[in-house]
């Protein structure tokens, strides 16, 4: 059953591996005593069941073995444990094992746990809490990424409050993964053909719950020492190395799904790193069905999904026409497609020979689908892509959104889980959550300001700790370790805020006047504590100064109890911030934060947020749920560091302080129970995945099965459709427009002229663009015939409502048919005028 293992365990005892090799154990808590029990100070630094189990001496086993107690933990444990894979879950309910599809979720980072360290921030927490998400409610989504040697930085902070970067080596060995055994029965190993030579791709496999995580690594004896470190950093080396990064996670990626025989319907791409999927995909699959290359194209692309997390153009990966000109030759060959062409994709405009490379470009070509991560960045992505659909209109540009979501469970704390559970019962996140409000909003106020103060206690004395270890590893006197016990107080209003150090999040907003921050949190009667995280990426020289600014602040003598900045921000921190904290701050400058998903891990806690109204917060927001600075506009710093005080000031601070006789703040708590009750379901995962599977999957699922059966017969006759229209696109015009009213109704009729073109490969619209009080419109019009004398020439027609002028409207043709994704996948369209 397991590929390797690197001890015998006791017979009594054996279950314990099964447990410790499915990360379930990183969401469900029931286990934590058990593997305490072996090791608590192993426990406490490493929380990697997988490394306890290793290190256990043979003693403390043969221990384990006569404790009747634990024997008895273990088998209840394991029953229900087997009970959580065995259940018939959610999506088994909704699905027949015929219209049920597979999901491949390719992603550059997994932040699954920080025992398991591949990811540096948001975007791999997100796809760590997505495959939590899909084991929860049964969903067949497996993940794709790669396992780093080294993964992102460790941040260490010296006394002078600089930023130091360390690399710890992930020794796959006590990492909770197993190799991937192929069909041969082997360790499988995937063979990628680079110029001059071979390299050889290790694939690892975790268990997440019901779902698997595939993780391929190049640390292979047989490659060359560079391309042993292909896989070393996240985020680190050069262009060539990320652009190999994703050659092994894009093309390798889908090779481990076909060396499997895992068929899958639907690829998502999480963000554009593994876009070089779209190629593979196509690419396997002419060999497969016997097409063309573009043929194949069109049949794979309507599987694809890509989900951009960018919100400005320079945050796409892009390489230089050169490097992937040396990559792509065999590539071309086997394809028979032209270097120019295969450039053309990942282009601009595909005409412009010296534009580079851009992976975004490729996955928007890629994938018959595309989503944005909020409503903002929904319309902000449709403006950084629209050069893609030249002369179509912003608000058709195909560009969605479906807005992130966290996986609860992974953010609860003990406390609010007990809340939850008496309110909303044990299974409320196995499935759909729309029940959830009416329920946890009968939780009375005793109970929620208890639950708070719980939560505040734990957070204060896990900072103490935390900051008392890092000034141990500091090498600080015992003096100073000893002060680190002293921080803080469980009473006080406690505000949180870690991010990315990085200019645009804005981590000194609240910084930019000291001594106004300096008042607040040392008010006699209304004090106020500060917690801080964040890293600077390596090469960013401003995050490293803005962490020092705060580090200064920090050492203020005065200070010192009520502001600590906790180094090494991590998943861990993360989750003890979100459970304890009272507000949680985001300053981001709108709109640049694409989403932004700690805000949403304090929901389910009762902790309130104060954000910029940016990414989630800005479709999130009401008044009684929390509460916001900035507006419609691109951020202002000194108005908005003025308000995000004076909310402290005015509104914070007095609403948390003010008790009634038997000390609870009413109004504090009515807040965390409209905001837990009305926000928490809602930005749940759970809300996001079934937005991805009513809208994108379902869909993406139908046109891909439809497109390749009968010899991908539907997927041939479009490619044929795209080139006789593209062929003769620029012969189409029009005549003159006759606009007749007719009391309150508007006949509008124009000639049309199509060359070769057939009529029922296009579709003539009527468009009126939004103004003033109007929506923007378009309405299909209809042929009432030839024109005398002209071939494929008719007149189209339609007839309105008057309630605009006839000059608003304007005729256009567009290439269509019913079963194409449009325009993501033809973008041609004419217009009279
Ligand atoms: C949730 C999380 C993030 C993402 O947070 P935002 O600042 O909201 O983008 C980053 N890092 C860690 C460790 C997290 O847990």
Request: charged share 20%; glycine share 8%; hydrophobic share 40%.
């Amino acid at each position: 059953m397991y590929a390797f293992l690197p001890r015998e365990l006791p017979e009594q005892l054996s279950s314990l591996t099964e447990l410790a090799l499915n990360l379930r154990w990183t969401w469900n808590h029931a286990l934590d005593g058990l593997w305490k029990a072996i090791d608590p100070e192993l426990w406490e630094r490493t929380h990697n069941p997988w490394m306890i189990l290793q290190n256990a001496s043979q003693q403390c086993l043969d221990e384990l073995c006569r404790d009747a107690t634990f024997s008895q933990k273990l088998a209840h444990a394991i029953q229900e444990h087997r009970r959580y894979l065995e259940d018939t879950c959610w999506y088994a309910q909704q699905h027949t094992a015929s219209d049920s599809a597979r999901i491949a979720y390719f992603s550059m980072e997994f932040g699954l746990s920080e025992a398991f360290p591949l990811y540096a921030g948001g975007l791999g927490v997100l796809a760590g809490d997505y495959l939590k998400t899909a084991s929860d409610m049964g969903v067949p989504i497996l993940g794709v990424g790669l396992l780093y040697q080294e993964g992102y930085f460790r941040q260490n902070i010296d006394a002078g409050g600089r930023q130091h970067e360390a690399y710890p080596y992930n020794d796959p060995t006590s990492l909770p993964i197993q190799p991937t055994i192929g069909n041969e029965g082997a360790w499988l190993k995937i063979v990628l053909e680079l110029p001059g030579r071979t390299l050889y791709v290790r694939v690892w496999q975790a268990i997440v719950g019901r779902t698997r995580l595939y993780l391929l690594d190049s640390n292979d004896l047989r490659n060359g020492a560079g391309d042993r470190g292909i896989t070393a950093k996240l985020y680190g080396g050069g262009s060539e190395m990320r652009l190999l990064q994703e050659v092994v996670l894009g093309i390798g990626g889908w090779a481990v799904l076909d060396a499997l025989g895992l068929d899958v319907d639907v690829c998502h791409l999480n963000e554009g790193h593994a876009a070089l999927l779209v190629l593979e995909r196509a690419r396997r699959f002419m060999h497969k069905m016997d097409t063309s290359f573009w043929e194949a194209w069109w049949a794979t692309r309507a599987g694809n999904v890509f989900t951009t997390h960018t919100p400005v153009a320079a945050g796409f990966d892009s390489f230089s026409p050169t490097l992937i000109g040396k990559y792509a030759r065999d590539y071309l060959d086997d394809c028979h497609i032209s270097l120019r062409e295969l450039l053309a994709l990942g282009r601009r405009d595909p005409a412009d020979d010296d534009e580079p490379f851009n992976m975004a470009f490729l996955a928007l070509r890629g994938c018959a689908q595309c989503n944005a991560v909020s409503r903002l960045h929904g319309e902000v992505s449709r403006r950084l892509f629209s050069d893609l659909y030249p002369r179509w209109p912003l608000e058709e540009i195909p560009v969605g959104h479906v807005t992130n979501g966290v996986h609860v469970p992974s953010w609860d704390s003990v406390w609010s889980d007990h809340l939850w559970t008496s309110t909303c019962g044990k299974e409320r996140w196995l499935g759909t959550v729309e029940s959830l409000p009416g329920t946890v909003s009968n939780s009375d106020d005793m109970a929620l300001w208890t639950m708070a103060a719980e939560q505040r206690r734990d957070l204060v004395h896990y900072t103490r700790s935390r900051l008392a270890w890092h000034l141990g590893q500091r090498g600080e006197s015992a003096q100073q370790v000893e002060e680190a016990a002293q921080v803080l107080d469980p009473n006080c209003l406690t505000l949180g805020f870690a991010r990315r150090f990085t200019d645009y999040k804005r981590p000194n907003l609240l910084l930019h006047d000291p001594e106004r921050l300096t008042r607040l949190l040392t008010d006699e009667h209304h004090p106020v504590q500060l917690i801080i995280a964040g890293k600077a990426h390596p090469n960013d020289e401003q995050g490293k100064q803005l962490i020092q600014a705060w580090m200064e602040f920090v050492h203020r003598p005065n200070l010192r109890r009520h502001v600590v900045f906790l180094e090494d921000y991590d998943i861990e921190l993360a989750q003890h911030l979100v459970q304890g904290v009272d507000v949680w701050i985001n300053t981001p400058r709108r709109p640049w934060e694409a989403c932004g998903t700690s805000g949403m891990k304090v929901l389910v806690n009762g902790g309130l947020n104060l954000s910029e109204l940016d990414g989630w917060w800005a479709e999130a927001y009401q008044p009684a749920c929390g509460w916001a600075i900035g507006g419609d506009a691109p951020s202002d710093d000194m108005a908005d560091a003025e308000r995000l005080y004076s909310l402290l000031e005015a509104e914070v601070v007095p609403t948390f302080y003010t008790r009634d006789t038997q000390g609870i703040p009413r109004g504090w708590v009515q807040r965390m129970r409209a905001s837990m009750s009305q926000l928490g379901p809602q930005f749940s995962s759970n809300r996001m995945f079934l937005e991805y599977q009513d809208r994108y999957y379902q869909p993406a699922i139908q046109a891909f099965r439809l497109r390749s059966k009968d010899k991908a017969e539907l997927a041939r006759a479009l490619h044929a459709w795209q080139k006789a229209v593209a062929t003769g696109w620029d012969k189409i015009h029009f005549g003159t427009v006759d606009a007749k009213h007719d009391g309150d109704r508007l006949h509008i009729s124009v000639p049309v002229y199509l060359g070769e073109i057939a009529a029922e490969w296009v579709r003539v619209e009527l468009y009126c663009a939004l103004c003033d009080e109007h929506p923007a419109e378009c309405l299909p019009m209809n042929s009432v015939g030839p024109i005398t004398g002209a071939i494929q020439g008719y007149i189209f027609s339609i007839t309105v409502a008057a309630t605009r002028p006839a000059d608003h409207y304007t005729p256009r043709v567009r290439a269509w048919r019913p079963d194409a994704f449009l325009p993501a996948e033809n973008a041609l369209i004419a217009w009279q005028r």
